[in-house]
């Protein structure tokens, strides 16, 4: 565990060599006093609809794993889980699982639902990935480039559901494999019922979700002068998840710096500029959390539950 915490350290200490070393701090902040504070509401603004939207889909996962609940419940549950996963990006999504439980469902069903629910969260970022890259690599138009790979998910449903379910398994930690075992839980046996929850209404749901995501960021850049197309924040946002998935940093803070700086210096743009979006990046994450610590007040997770979930 100790180990864990001084590799994410690494991310903060990066950050801190970057701006020693690598930007200027005045054009920063010079960049910060013209913030257009319309755009960065509007930014604000999106992230309910985002929240909706998984929501949407979260509820269909539950009422095909047996478990009605309605939209505005799965909301809340849905933004106390962006507060958790700021914190620990790997298991954050398992405290709805203490809800679940609380109502009186079992941790496997529960476990099910929500692994399902995160299918295409973990394989859709890949895609939109390697789609930038490719944007990038042949320097295609990048609105053409956009419409295409859209049409092309759109019609490569049933390979990317596939694609989802094997990947599903991969995704569980050890410690939560060997509780299933434990439990004579077995994937193949919930294959066919894990296909069905990923059907194409939820594929699609993840999709919009994403890009009510990158249209968040949109607004963000468009707030700070940057003045991307919709087009290249997604091309930008989709390269940069890829690196800031890895567990070296809190919140992505030092890694998303790296990667922003590197994608900028491919359209020209300047360090100060990436670090600039970045910060934005952060001030919007700790929004959300400030907007989620209000669900979280009113119905806080039953931690409680974590005893039942390891006994039962």
Same mark, same amino acid.
């Given at each position: ?5 001084? #590799?994410?350290? %690494?991310? +903060? ?5 970057? %701006?020693?070393?690598?930007?200027? +701090?005045?054009? #920063? ?6 913030? /257009? ?12 609809? #985002? ?7 979260? /509820?269909? $996962? ?22 958790? $996963? ?32 995160? =299918? ?5 970022? !890949? ?8 944007? %990038? ?17 759109? !019609? ?21 494999? *060997? ?13 066919? /019922?894990?296909? *069905? ?34 087009? /290249?924040?997604?091309?930008?946002? *989709? &390269? ?7 567990? #070296? ?12 700086? *590197? ?7 300047? =360090? ?10 952060? &001030?919007?994450? %700790? ?26």
């Amino acid at each position: 565990m100790r180990c864990k915490f001084l #590799i994410r350290l %690494l991310g +903060p200490a990066l950050f801190v060599v970057i %701006l020693l070393f690598f930007i200027d +701090p005045v054009q #920063i902040i010079r960049a910060w006093r013209s913030l /257009q504070y319309d755009f960065l509401g509007w930014s604000l603004l999106t992230v309910p609809f #985002i929240v909706a939207v998984r929501s949407i889909r979260w /509820q269909r $996962v539950l009422a095909a794993y047996g478990m009605p609940y309605p939209v505005w419940t799965c909301f809340r549950y849905n933004f106390v889980e962006m507060i958790a $996963v700021a914190v620990i990006s790997s298991a954050g999504s398992l405290i709805k699982t203490f809800y679940l439980r609380r109502d009186g469902y079992s941790f496997i069903k529960a476990i099910l639902s929500i692994f399902s629910d995160k =299918a295409f969260d973990y394989l859709l970022p !890949v895609l939109f990935g390697i789609f930038s890259a490719v944007s %990038l690599y042949f320097n295609l138009d990048s609105d053409r480039a956009l419409l295409g790979f859209l049409v092309v998910m759109a !019609v490569l449903f049933k390979p990317v559901q596939m694609a989802g379910v094997s990947i599903f398994p991969k995704t569980i930690p050890k410690r939560l494999k *060997a509780k299933m075992a434990d439990k004579k839980w077995r994937f193949d046996h919930h294959f066919q /019922q894990i296909v *069905a929850v990923l059907d194409y209404r939820s594929y699609l749901l993840s999709a919009v979700g994403f890009l009510l995501y990158f249209l968040s960021i949109f607004f963000l850049n468009l707030g700070l002068a940057l003045n991307f197309s919709f087009s /290249q924040i997604v091309c930008i946002m *989709a &390269l940069t998840s890829l690196i800031t998935a890895i567990p #070296i940093s809190f919140m992505g803070i030092g890694t998303r710096d790296a990667a922003l700086i *590197a994608v900028f210096a491919w359209y020209g743009r300047s =360090a100060e500029e990436a670090v600039s979006l970045s910060l934005g990046l952060l &001030l919007l994450r %700790l929004a959300i959390m400030l907007m989620g610590s209000i669900f979280w007040y009113v119905d806080p997770p039953p931690l409680t539950e974590l005893n039942r979930g390891r006994n039962g």
